[in-house]
């Protein structure tokens, strides 16, 4: 059996915070709104998408222990990249001095289950890849209407990195995994080229809790694992209320949560990774537990995925 895992891990948040006081002095909000109605209280606004995903990635190689020629397939999950043509993916690859291919995947905020998914696959696959970065990188903020209370106080910038390796003797990192998408909801939540992000926040809030729940009963019944056996639920940190909402359908008791929206907002691909390495510094994994990613957004598409950390 041949299998990959993953060897380092790395984040990056640029440097302005901004609190909800901030927006409170600016906007018809307040800070009391935006915690209970979403767990936000601060979050990071500036740099490229390019420039985090430099940033997160370099520290996951590094943490891996390889020099960045090693690094032979790099995925980047990104709806923000830095121009249209060419992919942000080449900056990075550049700038990191990675070999072999790279290419950007854009699945929204459900894009960095895509990309662990279709890397781990193609690492498995046998077609000469043997190390794979795989980067989740967004600014929001470039995208977000900063005088649109709806969405201004939920979107932010960040960036979030692992390294899976594949060996020959080693179970596989993905046990089981469950991708799509309804592409008859674009409505619901899209930006135009040039233009800001519109959402219907409640249709979205009601759909996503809907597909991230089925999602993760048919992940846990392709790999005939109960939901006991979840150490960690690392959900897209959109809003508290929707992992809540989420987790509660799954009975996963909040200690087995990976939760830091209320420091980095909303930040698209960025937000699993950053959640999973919060996780993973504050030690609360240990090789062989089960996570469950789940991902959600516009699309709307949505990811969910069992992996075994360490294997
Ligand atoms: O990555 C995927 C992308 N998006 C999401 O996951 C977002 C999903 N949706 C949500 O998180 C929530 O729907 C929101 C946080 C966007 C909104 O929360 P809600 O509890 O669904 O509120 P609502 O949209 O039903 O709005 C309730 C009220 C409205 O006022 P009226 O019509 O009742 O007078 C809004 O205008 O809250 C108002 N409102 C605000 N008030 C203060 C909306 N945004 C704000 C705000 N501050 N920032």
């Known amino acids: ?13 640029p440097e302005k915070v901004v609190t909800n006081a901030d927006f409170e002095s600016r906007l018809d909000t307040s800070d009391s709104w935006i915690v209970e109605r979403t767990g936000i209280r601060e979050r990071r ?14 520290a996951a190689i590094e943490r891996a222990g390889l020099e960045p020629s090693a690094i032979d397939l790099l995925v980047l999950s990104t709806t923000t990249p830095d121009m249209t043509v060419p992919a942000t993916s080449s ?10 291919a790279a290419f950007d995947l854009n699945a929204a905020c459900a ?8 890397a781990d696959a193609m690492l498995s696959a046998g077609i000469g890849f043997t190390k794979a970065l795989v980067i989740g990188s967004d600014t929001l903020s470039a995208i977000t209407d900063m005088e649109d209370r709806g969405t201004a106080v939920l979107f932010a910038d960040g960036a979030g990195a692992v390294v899976l390796e594949h060996r020959e003797e080693a179970s596989p990192l993905v046990l089981a995994s469950d991708l799509g998408l309804d592409g008859s909801l674009l409505s619901i939540l899209y930006a135009e080229h040039g233009g800001y992000m519109k959402m219907e926040g409640r249709e979205v809030f009601r759909r996503a809790v809907r597909a991230c729940v089925d999602s993760a009963f ?4 392709q790999a005939g694992l109960t939901v006991e056996e979840i150490a960690l639920f690392v959900p897209h940190q959109a809003n508290l209320r929707i992992v809540e909402a989420v987790a509660q359908r799954l ?25 999973l390495i919060d ?33």
Request: proline letters at 3%; one cysteine or more.
């Open 45 to 58: 606004f500036g740099g490229t998408t390019s420039g985090l995903a430099v940033d997160a990635g370099a």
């Open 91 to 100: 900056t990075v690859h550049a700038q990191l001095g990675c070999s072999g």
């Open 279 to 311: 996780a993973v510094e504050h030690d609360r994994l240990s090789s062989g537990d089960i996570v469950l990613l789940s991902g959600f957004g516009a699309g709307m598409t949505w990811g969910s995925a069992l992996v075994r950390w360490g294997a």
């Open 111 to 118: 894009g960095y289950v895509y990309a662990v998914v279709a």
């Open 251 to 275: 009975s996963i008791p909040p200690e087995r949560w990976a939760i830091v929206l209320d420091t980095t907002g909303n930040t698209s691909s960025a937000s699993i990774p950053l959640a």
């Open 1 to 13: 059996m041949s299998g990959s895992s993953i060897t380092g891990w790395g984040s990056a948040l």
């Open 218 to 221: 048919k992940v846990l019944r």
